[in-house]
Protein backbone atom coordinates (compact mmCIF):
# COMPACT_ATOMS: atom_id res chain seq x y z
CA UNK A 1 0.00 0.00 0.00
CA UNK A 2 2.51 2.10 1.19
CA UNK A 3 4.57 1.62 -2.04
CA UNK A 4 1.12 2.47 -3.88
CA UNK A 5 0.62 5.40 -2.52
CA UNK A 6 4.01 6.49 -3.36
CA UNK A 7 3.64 6.19 -7.08
CA UNK A 8 0.71 7.84 -7.31
CA UNK A 9 1.90 10.91 -5.44
CA UNK A 10 4.78 10.30 -7.93
CA UNK A 11 2.71 10.90 -10.75
CA UNK A 12 0.59 13.72 -9.21
CA UNK A 13 3.91 15.49 -8.81
CA UNK A 14 4.88 15.22 -12.48
CA UNK A 15 1.66 16.50 -13.34
CA UNK A 16 1.87 19.57 -11.07
CA UNK A 17 5.29 20.64 -11.75
CA UNK A 18 4.49 20.20 -15.77
CA UNK A 19 1.77 22.31 -15.12
CA UNK A 20 3.58 25.34 -12.82
CA UNK A 21 6.50 25.03 -15.56
CA UNK A 22 3.97 26.32 -18.02
CA UNK A 23 2.19 28.63 -16.17
CA UNK A 24 4.27 29.53 -13.27
CA UNK A 25 2.21 28.25 -10.42
CA UNK A 26 -0.13 25.81 -9.75
CA UNK A 27 2.72 22.79 -8.64
CA UNK A 28 1.76 22.73 -4.71
CA UNK A 29 -1.78 23.55 -4.82
CA UNK A 30 -2.42 20.72 -7.16
CA UNK A 31 0.08 18.32 -5.52
CA UNK A 32 -1.29 19.24 -1.76
CA UNK A 33 -4.91 19.13 -3.37
CA UNK A 34 -4.25 15.10 -4.52
CA UNK A 35 -1.43 14.46 -2.12
CA UNK A 36 -4.04 14.77 0.59
CA UNK A 37 -5.47 11.85 -0.48
CA UNK A 38 -2.70 9.77 0.10
CA UNK A 39 -0.36 11.01 2.74
CA UNK A 40 -0.97 13.47 5.88
CA UNK A 41 -1.48 17.00 5.63
CA UNK A 42 1.68 18.23 8.00
CA UNK A 43 3.56 15.69 6.27
CA UNK A 44 3.46 16.28 2.86
CA UNK A 45 3.91 20.12 3.11
CA UNK A 46 7.41 20.27 4.00
CA UNK A 47 8.32 17.73 1.12
CA UNK A 48 6.27 19.86 -1.29
CA UNK A 49 8.25 22.80 -0.01
CA UNK A 50 11.62 21.48 -0.77
CA UNK A 51 10.75 20.05 -3.96
CA UNK A 52 9.27 23.36 -5.21
CA UNK A 53 12.53 24.83 -4.40
CA UNK A 54 14.26 22.99 -7.23
CA UNK A 55 11.98 23.75 -9.29
CA UNK A 56 11.26 27.30 -8.76
CA UNK A 57 15.62 27.81 -8.77
CA UNK A 58 15.75 26.15 -12.06
CA UNK A 59 12.99 28.49 -14.08
CA UNK A 60 14.54 31.88 -12.10
CA UNK A 61 18.02 30.90 -13.30
CA UNK A 62 16.39 30.28 -16.66
CA UNK A 63 14.46 33.51 -16.49
CA UNK A 64 16.01 35.91 -14.11
CA UNK A 65 16.20 38.45 -16.86
CA UNK A 66 12.41 38.22 -17.45
CA UNK A 67 11.44 39.06 -13.87
CA UNK A 68 9.73 42.11 -13.02
CA UNK A 69 11.66 43.59 -9.93
CA UNK A 70 9.56 46.03 -9.45
CA UNK A 71 6.35 44.07 -9.34
CA UNK A 72 8.91 40.95 -7.16
CA UNK A 73 10.09 43.40 -4.73
CA UNK A 74 8.07 46.83 -4.34
CA UNK A 75 4.44 44.85 -4.16
CA UNK A 76 3.84 41.43 -4.32
CA UNK A 77 6.99 40.21 -1.61
CA UNK A 78 6.55 43.09 0.51
CA UNK A 79 2.47 42.78 0.82
CA UNK A 80 2.57 38.23 1.05
CA UNK A 81 5.75 39.04 3.12
CA UNK A 82 2.73 40.69 6.45
CA UNK A 83 0.94 37.65 5.79
CA UNK A 84 3.31 35.07 5.62
CA UNK A 85 4.61 34.89 9.46
CA UNK A 86 1.03 34.46 10.44
CA UNK A 87 0.11 31.72 7.92
CA UNK A 88 3.25 29.80 9.75
CA UNK A 89 2.01 30.49 13.07
CA UNK A 90 -1.69 29.05 12.11
CA UNK A 91 0.35 26.01 10.72
CA UNK A 92 2.13 25.31 14.09
CA UNK A 93 -1.10 26.16 15.82
CA UNK A 94 -4.26 25.12 14.35
CA UNK A 95 -6.02 22.55 12.68
CA UNK A 96 -6.65 23.54 9.05
CA UNK A 97 -9.70 21.72 7.91
CA UNK A 98 -11.70 24.76 8.15
CA UNK A 99 -9.20 27.30 6.54
CA UNK A 100 -8.98 24.52 3.35
CA UNK A 101 -12.88 24.50 3.41
CA UNK A 102 -12.42 28.66 3.22
CA UNK A 103 -9.65 28.53 0.32
CA UNK A 104 -11.59 26.35 -1.69
CA UNK A 105 -14.58 27.92 -1.71
CA UNK A 106 -12.60 31.52 -2.37
CA UNK A 107 -10.41 29.49 -4.83
CA UNK A 108 -13.52 27.96 -7.40
CA UNK A 109 -15.60 31.30 -7.15
CA UNK A 110 -12.72 33.65 -8.11
CA UNK A 111 -11.67 31.56 -10.71
CA UNK A 112 -15.00 31.07 -12.19
CA UNK A 113 -15.77 34.94 -11.95
CA UNK A 114 -12.08 35.58 -13.88
CA UNK A 115 -13.34 32.95 -16.62
CA UNK A 116 -16.78 34.89 -16.79
CA UNK A 117 -14.65 37.85 -17.48
CA UNK A 118 -12.66 36.56 -20.24
CA UNK A 119 -15.84 35.19 -22.14
CA UNK A 120 -15.44 37.95 -24.72
CA UNK A 121 -12.06 37.29 -25.98
CA UNK A 122 -11.44 40.97 -26.81
CA UNK A 123 -11.68 42.25 -23.47
CA UNK A 124 -8.77 43.09 -21.52
CA UNK A 125 -8.63 42.53 -18.18
CA UNK A 126 -7.55 45.26 -16.16
CA UNK A 127 -5.30 45.66 -13.42
CA UNK A 128 -6.66 45.07 -9.66
CA UNK A 129 -7.05 48.42 -7.59
CA UNK A 130 -5.52 49.07 -4.76
CA UNK A 131 -8.10 48.04 -2.37
CA UNK A 132 -8.64 44.67 -3.81
CA UNK A 133 -4.82 43.83 -5.22
CA UNK A 134 -3.08 44.26 -1.85
CA UNK A 135 -4.94 42.20 0.84
CA UNK A 136 -5.12 39.36 -1.49
CA UNK A 137 -1.39 39.50 -1.36
CA UNK A 138 -1.40 39.83 2.29
CA UNK A 139 -3.98 37.21 2.28
CA UNK A 140 -2.09 35.40 -0.22
CA UNK A 141 0.92 35.27 1.74
CA UNK A 142 -1.05 34.32 4.61
CA UNK A 143 -2.22 31.23 3.42
CA UNK A 144 1.08 30.73 1.88
CA UNK A 145 2.66 30.66 5.18
CA UNK A 146 -0.05 27.39 5.90
CA UNK A 147 -0.21 25.23 2.74
CA UNK A 148 2.71 26.17 1.13
CA UNK A 149 0.48 27.56 -1.97
CA UNK A 150 -1.16 30.92 -1.27
CA UNK A 151 -0.48 30.72 -5.37
CA UNK A 152 -4.25 31.41 -6.23
CA UNK A 153 -4.78 34.20 -4.63
CA UNK A 154 -1.27 35.99 -6.13
CA UNK A 155 -2.50 34.66 -9.39
CA UNK A 156 -5.41 36.91 -8.62
CA UNK A 157 -3.34 40.02 -8.55
CA UNK A 158 -0.10 39.18 -10.52
CA UNK A 159 -2.33 37.47 -13.45
CA UNK A 160 -3.79 41.14 -14.38
CA UNK A 161 -0.47 43.04 -13.93
CA UNK A 162 1.51 41.02 -15.63
CA UNK A 163 0.53 39.96 -18.93
CA UNK A 164 3.04 38.41 -20.66
CA UNK A 165 3.36 34.84 -20.05
CA UNK A 166 7.07 34.67 -19.47
CA UNK A 167 7.22 37.35 -17.50
CA UNK A 168 4.67 36.00 -15.34
CA UNK A 169 5.77 32.50 -15.14
CA UNK A 170 9.49 34.05 -14.24
CA UNK A 171 8.41 36.66 -11.65
CA UNK A 172 6.31 34.04 -9.66
CA UNK A 173 8.38 31.41 -9.56
CA UNK A 174 10.96 33.69 -7.65
CA UNK A 175 8.11 34.60 -5.38
CA UNK A 176 7.66 31.30 -4.73
CA UNK A 177 11.25 30.60 -4.00
CA UNK A 178 11.63 33.29 -1.86
CA UNK A 179 8.69 32.47 0.06
CA UNK A 180 9.13 28.48 0.05
CA UNK A 181 12.88 29.28 1.64
CA UNK A 182 11.37 31.30 4.38
CA UNK A 183 9.20 27.91 4.93
CA UNK A 184 12.25 26.10 4.71
CA UNK A 185 13.53 27.86 7.72
CA UNK A 186 10.68 27.84 9.62
CA UNK A 187 10.12 23.73 9.54
CA UNK A 188 14.30 23.62 10.22
CA UNK A 189 13.77 25.46 13.28
CA UNK A 190 10.44 23.60 13.87
CA UNK A 191 12.33 20.09 13.64
CA UNK A 192 9.49 19.36 10.81
CA UNK A 193 12.48 18.30 8.32
CA UNK A 194 13.47 14.00 9.20
CA UNK A 195 14.59 11.57 7.55
CA UNK A 196 11.41 10.52 6.61
CA UNK A 197 10.52 13.26 4.42
CA UNK A 198 14.05 13.91 3.19
CA UNK A 199 13.87 10.40 1.77
CA UNK A 200 9.97 11.16 0.18
CA UNK A 201 11.23 14.51 -1.36
CA UNK A 202 14.50 12.62 -3.07
CA UNK A 203 11.78 10.13 -4.47
CA UNK A 204 9.82 12.79 -5.86
CA UNK A 205 12.81 14.67 -7.74
CA UNK A 206 12.69 12.57 -11.01
CA UNK A 207 9.23 13.17 -11.18
CA UNK A 208 9.80 17.22 -10.32
CA UNK A 209 12.18 16.91 -13.73
CA UNK A 210 10.16 14.70 -15.42
CA UNK A 211 7.30 18.20 -14.73
CA UNK A 212 9.99 20.49 -15.82
CA UNK A 213 10.45 19.00 -19.46
CA UNK A 214 6.62 18.75 -20.17
CA UNK A 215 6.08 21.81 -18.99
CA UNK A 216 9.18 23.53 -21.17
CA UNK A 217 7.86 21.51 -24.12
CA UNK A 218 3.77 23.20 -23.36
CA UNK A 219 5.31 26.54 -22.65
CA UNK A 220 6.78 27.58 -26.06
CA UNK A 221 3.55 25.83 -27.62
CA UNK A 222 0.39 28.12 -25.78
CA UNK A 223 -0.52 31.39 -26.84
CA UNK A 224 -1.60 34.09 -24.73
CA UNK A 225 -5.30 34.07 -24.72
CA UNK A 226 -5.36 29.79 -24.12
CA UNK A 227 -2.38 30.90 -21.63
CA UNK A 228 -4.60 33.08 -19.38
CA UNK A 229 -7.38 30.25 -19.91
CA UNK A 230 -5.35 27.39 -18.86
CA UNK A 231 -4.76 29.86 -15.35
CA UNK A 232 -7.99 30.32 -14.32
CA UNK A 233 -8.94 26.77 -15.27
CA UNK A 234 -6.10 25.33 -13.13
CA UNK A 235 -7.35 27.50 -10.26
CA UNK A 236 -10.97 26.25 -10.57
CA UNK A 237 -9.79 22.34 -10.50
CA UNK A 238 -7.78 22.87 -7.56
CA UNK A 239 -10.43 25.11 -5.93
CA UNK A 240 -12.68 22.07 -6.29
CA UNK A 241 -9.62 19.55 -5.47
CA UNK A 242 -9.62 21.19 -1.90
CA UNK A 243 -13.38 21.07 -1.48
CA UNK A 244 -14.29 17.75 -1.98
CA UNK A 245 -10.83 16.02 -0.94
Not at 115 to 119: E, G, H, Q, S
Given at each position: MAEYSFVLLFLVVVLAFSIQTTTGFGSTVISLGLGIYLFPL???????????????????????????????????????????PVGIWFFRRFET????????AFIVVAAAAQ?????DKDAELKPLPIWLGWPALVLGGFIHGIFATGGPLVVLYAGRQLTDKS????????????????????????DRITGANLKM???LVPGLLLGILAGELIHHRVNE???????????????????FR
Open positions: KELVPVLVMVGILQCLFLVVRGFRQINYRELFGRILLFCGLGLEQLKLLLGLFAMRVFRATLSAVWLLLDLVLLVSFIWQAGIRIFRLAVYIVLLLTGVFIL
